[in-house]
T-cell receptor
Framework: GAGVSQSPSNKVTEKGKDVELRCDPISGHTALYWYRQRLGQGLEFLIYFQGNSAPDKSGLPSDRFSAERTGESVSTLTIQRTQQEDSAVYLC?????????????FGSGTRLTVV | KQEVTQIPAALSVPEGENLVLNCSFTDSAIYNLQWFRQDPGKGLTSLLLIQSSQREQTSGRLNASLDKSSGRSTLYIAASQPGDSATYLCAVSGTYKYIFGTGTRLKVLA
């Protein structure tokens, strides 16, 4: 597609429920990144995909968080048993190659609210 | 570990002023630096990308400079307008991922 697409744009969920966040990168972009931005905070790196593999998962905050990418395209970030501290905007970015010489293109994000 | 700092954290200026936003980073071994703009409740929009071999990039009223040896970048905005009001983020890349500063929240008053 023309840009990075994320869905849903907003999600309100009850504490303890599981949620899935979706990212559709720019066609042909091999690198895909997930970041989290809590209210008033900077962007925290979560995970990096090169193709379908995830060489760096170091930013995933706990084992409740997982992500996958299929077909070098769509990625899904899953949060199990959501907690209130998971409330944040989850941002996805893609890049043409893994060394970001072309820079990142970001989606509009998913605002997750855990009540 | 790379750390990125942006000063000031917030800035309010009258329309028409020229202004400078600052970004500093602790590890000079970077591939590139990218400046982004974030509007409230929105994602990030790329403004300028400076490769490590470059010293500056320009786009319209924006000019970004990079001094790797001193670990600094500046974003210069000429003739500021109310539409420039947003949070400005700088990000530096290592081998594959960006580390972000916490941003400068800019408000341009009409």
């Amino acid at each position: 597609g023309a840009g990075v697409s994320q869905s849903p744009s907003n999600k309100v969920t009850e504490k303890g429920k599981d949620v899935e966040l979706r990212c559709d990168p720019i066609s042909g972009h091999t690198a895909l990144y997930w970041y989290r931005q809590r209210l008033g905070q900077g962007l925290e790196f979560l995970i990096y995909f090169q193709g379908n593999s995830a060489p760096d998962k170091s930013g995933l905050p706990s084992d409740r968080f997982s992500a996958e990418r299929t077909g070098e395209s769509v990625s899904t970030l899953t949060i199990q048993r959501t907690q209130q501290e998971d409330s944040a905007v989850y941002l996805c970015a893609s890049s043409l190659d893994p060394e970001p010489n072309y820079g990142y293109t970001f989606g509009s994000g998913t605002r997750l609210t855990v009540v | 570990k790379q750390e990125v700092t942006q000063i000031p954290a917030a800035l309010s200026v009258p329309e028409g002023e020229n202004l400078v936003l600052n970004c500093s980073f602790t590890d000079s071994a970077i591939y590139n630096l990218q400046w982004f703009r974030q509007d409230p409740g929105k994602g990030l929009t790329s403004l300028l990308l400076i490769q490590s071999s470059q010293r500056e990039q320009t786009s319209g009223r924006l000019n970004a400079s990079l001094d790797k040896s001193s670990g600094r970048s500046t974003l210069y905005i000429a003739a500021s307008q109310p539409g420039d009001s947003a949070t400005y983020l700088c990000a530096v890349s290592g081998t594959y991922k960006y580390i972000f500063g916490t941003g400068t929240r800019l408000k341009v008053l009409a």
